[in-house]
């Protein structure tokens, strides 16, 4: 036989491709034959950013094994960061792609290494408390990137923390990062194009990482910390290192979801977003990246069709979670169901198959 | 004199979190759940206090009372609807449905009260105390708060270690099956933790409306994770802890507001808790559990 047989998850891996890859196509049929509203194609980077973003925090809750609660924080230094250089970089690269490219990357390098820094003390931690750090270093970020103002003019960069006025900037300079009202006049570079390669980066990057001897060695500490420790496996070490990828992911969502609009403040990056992104992992089911990426797309697109009934849309889609997370976790619904696909005729030919070939 | 004043402040609002810290703490050690939807109950409990003095005339005590009723009645119904069904799912799936929770109980009040904020009334008709002729006023509300605070602490720690009912609490949250062995009724000692966790909730929104008079759907957001943090700040599971741990974090940041920086205080908060945690991982008063191999 000259095709070689591909592995389980080779295979697995390969359909998650593809999901997304025919999503794109149908996304991209559909707007060019003018079937997609217009607050529906407004959503369409952001609903790549935040599909990134479940999936990078995938990799921390469900195959690291740690809850965080402060993933939007990663976010949104990836966002500063990444606006900050475009707006520098305006004049001096006139290439929106390039420039975009170049500022996703540095959204992304920035985001990792506050991974890394958040990342020393929290991983010392575990359970409930590691969670509510993270929420509190992502609370931080937030307050910090409130108050902070930076100008450049001819002499170089200011910092200021009180308000735009200390910056004391030379005839000429323009104030960059304005407190509280962050970040305005970003180019809109970002397009659905680059929203779905960014994913397709992110696909490869995660799923290779946890094919990995290293995404290996994660997942034996989140299965038993102890024993993976005792088979050598440095645990801090690669504990760190899922999380500074899952950090940096954010950033570069980030960084896609800042060039999407014109202004960006710190307050969109809040503990909500946070935890927005963990309903979607949760959702979607813990260490499984494709479901996360499912969650992510139904329920950004979820309260858009749910437009037409305004008030009532935060309200169902509140009252599709909770039925959602009982429907599947609970044991006893859990056991309904089993008994209830037992019974279906496919399911039951299935069976005797397997019967039969034992 | 201004820092006592400002001490003053932050234990009041600190007594308020702990109130609400209570609620987390308790229901936390009995049902190893975060209940996330505590923030919003408070909110609920204060637009009942609202509606029932404002549109119905009622007097502030009557009102208060029949918060806590409402608070109560709802805390329970959410624990059985939302969270009994999911008691033995991992604890993941309770927290996202936590979480629906207060989506839905927020939503709730955007329906019926509007997104506008409401102006609440304070309920504490006190004059302001002034010392030390006029340099230290403390107005009627902080006091109310502080003395309230002491009053629930005190008959809370009462109530869980002398009577029958508080002693089921304990020997629940430490071991579930050997409480059951020994004849206590499991879900009727968590519906009650979550009762008594509700009503301590519209207490604690009432205060916390009458210091900071706006009221709307989101009231309760802040406050709810602020709480959260004393809580885990203090211990998590730890009644005194939780007490502790919501008037040390009123005091930093009553006094971080004033003296460091207002907007920074909300990260100097936090900057504390995560060095606290560094040094005592479980907390100022929690119990380090060893590892068993």
């Given at each position: 036989?000259?095709?070689r047989?591909?592995?389980?998850?080779?295979?697995?891996?390969?359909?998650?491709?593809?999901?997304?890859?025919?999503?794109?196509?149908?996304?991209?049929?559909?707007?060019?034959?003018?079937?997609?509203?217009?607050?529906?194609?407004?959503?369409?980077?952001?609903?790549?950013?935040?599909?990134?973003?479940?999936?990078?925090?995938?990799?921390?809750?469900?195959?690291?094994?740690?809850?965080?609660?402060?993933?939007?924080g990663?976010?949104?230094?990836?966002?500063?960061?990444?606006?900050?250089f475009?707006?520098?970089?305006?004049?001096?690269?006139?290439?929106?792609?390039?420039r975009l490219?170049?500022?996703?990357?540095i959204?992304?390098?920035?985001?990792?290494?506050?991974?890394?820094?958040?990342?020393?003390?929290?991983?010392?931690?575990?359970?409930?408390?590691?969670?509510?750090?993270?929420?509190?270093?992502?609370?931080?970020?937030?307050?910090?990137?409130?108050?902070?103002?930076?100008?450049?003019d001819?002499?170089?960069?200011?910092?200021?923390?009180?308000?735009?006025?200390?910056?004391?900037?030379?005839?000429?300079?323009?104030?960059?990062?304005?407190g509280?009202?962050?970040?305005?006049?970003t180019?809109?570079?970002?397009?659905?194009?680059?929203?779905?390669?960014?994913?397709?980066?992110?696909?490869?990057?995660?799923?290779?990482?946890?094919?990995?001897?290293?995404?290996?060695?994660?997942?034996?500490i989140r299965?038993?910390?102890?024993?993976?420790?005792?088979?050598?496996?440095?645990?801090?070490?690669?504990?760190?290192?899922?999380?500074?990828?899952?950090?940096?992911?954010?950033?570069?969502?980030?960084?896609?979801?800042?060039?999407?609009?014109?202004?960006?403040?710190?307050?969109?990056?809040?503990?909500?977003?946070?935890?927005?992104?963990?309903?979607?992992?949760?959702?979607?089911?813990?260490?499984?990246?494709?479901?996360?990426?499912?969650?992510a797309?139904?329920l950004?697109?979820?309260?858009?069709?749910?437009?037409?009934?305004?008030?009532?849309?935060?309200?169902?889609?509140?009252?599709?979670?909770?039925?959602?997370?009982?429907?599947?976790?609970?044991?006893?619904?859990?056991?309904?169901?089993?008994?209830?696909?037992a019974?279906?005729?496919?399911?039951?030919?299935?069976?005797?198959?397997?019967k039969?070939?034992? | 004199?201004?820092?006592?004043?400002?001490?003053?402040?932050?234990?009041?609002?600190?007594?308020?979190?702990?109130?609400?810290?209570?609620?987390?703490?308790?229901?936390?050690?009995?049902?190893?759940?975060?209940?996330?939807?505590?923030?919003?109950?408070?909110?609920?409990?204060?637009?009942?206090?609202?509606?029932?003095?404002?549109?119905?005339?009622?007097?502030?005590?009557?009102?208060?009372?029949?918060?806590?009723?409402?608070?109560?009645?709802?805390?329970?119904?959410?624990?059985?609807?939302?969270?009994?069904?999911?008691?033995?799912?991992?604890?993941?799936?309770?927290?996202?449905?936590?979480?629906?929770?207060?989506?839905?109980?927020?939503?709730?009040?955007?329906?019926?009260w509007?997104?506008?904020?409401?102006?609440?009334t304070?309920?504490?008709?006190?004059?302001?105390?002034?010392?030390?002729?006029?340099?230290?006023?403390?107005?009627?509300?902080?006091?109310?708060?502080?003395?309230?605070?002491?009053?629930?602490?005190?008959?809370?720690?009462?109530?869980?270690?002398?009577?029958?009912?508080?002693?089921?609490?304990?020997?629940?949250?430490?071991?579930?099956?050997?409480?059951?062995?020994?004849?206590?009724?499991?879900?009727?000692?968590?519906?009650?933790?979550?009762?008594?966790?509700?009503?301590?909730?519209?207490?604690?929104?009432v205060?916390?409306?009458?210091?900071?008079?706006?009221?709307?759907?989101?009231?309760?957001?802040?406050?709810?994770?602020?709480?959260?943090?004393?809580?885990?700040?203090?211990?998590?599971?730890?009644?005194?802890?939780?007490?502790?741990?919501?008037?040390?974090?009123?005091?930093i940041?009553?006094?971080?507001?004033?003296?460091?920086?207002?907007?920074?205080?909300?990260?100097?908060?936090?900057?504390?808790?995560?060095?606290?945690?560094?040094?005592?991982?479980?907390?100022?008063?929690?119990?380090?559990?060893?590892?068993?191999?």
């Amino acid at each position: 036989m000259k095709t070689r047989q591909l592995g389980k998850t080779a295979k697995h891996n390969l359909i998650t491709y593809a999901i997304v890859v025919i999503g794109f196509i149908v996304v991209q049929l559909l707007s060019s034959a003018g079937m997609i509203s217009n607050s529906l194609s407004g959503q369409l980077v952001p609903i790549c950013c935040y599909i990134i973003m479940a999936v990078s925090l995938n990799l921390t809750v469900g195959i690291l094994g740690e809850l965080s609660l402060g993933h939007a924080g990663f976010m949104s230094v990836g966002a500063f960061s990444s606006a900050f250089f475009s707006v520098c970089m305006q004049e001096t690269i006139t290439e929106p792609w390039l420039r975009l490219t170049l500022a996703i990357i540095i959204g992304a390098v920035a985001a990792g290494v506050a991974g890394l820094l958040v990342g020393i003390p929290v991983l010392r931690l575990q359970g409930d408390y590691l969670a509510i750090v993270t929420l509190a270093f992502g609370e931080i970020i937030k307050n910090v990137l409130n108050s902070l103002y930076i100008g450049v003019d001819g002499a170089g960069m200011h910092f200021s923390t009180k308000d735009s006025l200390s910056l004391n900037l030379a005839q000429g300079g323009r104030v960059i990062i304005n407190g509280a009202q962050g970040i305005t006049g970003t180019s809109k570079d970002s397009t659905f194009l680059m929203g779905f390669i960014l994913i397709m980066i992110t696909l490869f990057v995660v799923l290779n990482f946890i094919k990995s001897r290293s995404g290996r060695a994660v997942m034996s500490i989140r299965d038993n910390r102890i024993a993976a420790e005792s088979v050598g496996i440095n645990v801090t070490k690669y504990k760190l290192i899922a999380f500074s990828i899952s950090a940096a992911l954010a950033g570069a969502a980030g960084a896609l979801y800042a060039h999407n609009y014109a202004t960006i403040v710190a307050k969109k990056f809040d503990y909500n977003t946070s935890i927005l992104v963990l309903v979607f992992v949760v959702v979607g089911g813990m260490g499984n990246i494709r479901g996360s990426i499912i969650a992510a797309a139904a329920l950004t697109i979820l309260p858009e069709v749910l437009r037409g009934m305004n008030d009532y849309r935060m309200l169902i889609y509140a009252i599709v979670l909770i039925v959602m997370m009982i429907f599947n976790q609970s044991p006893q619904m859990v056991e309904m169901r089993q008994r209830f696909t037992a019974k279906l005729p496919w399911k039951k030919a299935a069976k005797a198959d397997a019967k039969g070939g034992k | 004199m201004q820092f006592v004043s400002f001490l003053v402040n932050g234990i009041s609002l600190g007594s308020i979190y702990a109130i609400i810290a209570l609620g987390y703490t308790m229901v936390y050690g009995i049902a190893r759940m975060l209940n996330f939807a505590h923030g919003d109950v408070i909110m609920i409990g204060s637009y009942l206090v609202f509606v029932l003095m404002g549109s119905l005339g009622m007097p502030p005590f009557v009102a208060v009372l029949g918060a806590m009723v409402g608070c109560t009645l709802l805390g329970i119904t959410i624990e059985r609807i939302a969270y009994k069904p999911l008691r033995e799912a991992p604890s993941l799936a309770v927290l996202i449905t936590a979480i629906g929770v207060s989506y839905l109980l927020q939503n709730v009040a955007l329906l019926i009260w509007g997104s506008n904020p409401k102006s609440f009334t304070s309920v504490v008709k006190m004059d302001p105390i002034r010392l030390f002729d006029g340099q230290l006023v403390i107005t009627g509300e902080t006091l109310a708060t502080i003395i309230i605070s002491v009053i629930i602490m005190i008959a809370l720690t009462l109530f869980v270690n002398r009577t029958k009912m508080g002693r089921a609490m304990l020997a629940v949250s430490e071991d579930k099956g050997a409480a059951q062995l020994m004849g206590i009724n499991v879900n009727r000692t968590i519906s009650l933790t979550f009762a008594i966790g509700s009503a301590l909730a519209a207490i604690a929104g009432v205060l916390l409306c009458s210091t900071y008079p706006t009221l709307q759907p989101t009231t309760g957001a802040m406050p709810g994770i602020k709480a959260f943090v004393a809580a885990v700040f203090g211990g998590i599971g730890s009644i005194p802890g939780a007490m502790l741990g919501g008037v040390l974090l009123g005091v930093i940041e009553s006094l971080s507001k004033a003296y460091i920086s207002s907007q920074m205080a909300d990260a100097i908060v936090f900057g504390v808790l995560v060095i606290v945690l560094l040094v005592k991982p479980k907390g100022i008063l929690g119990k380090a559990v060893k590892e068993k191999v």
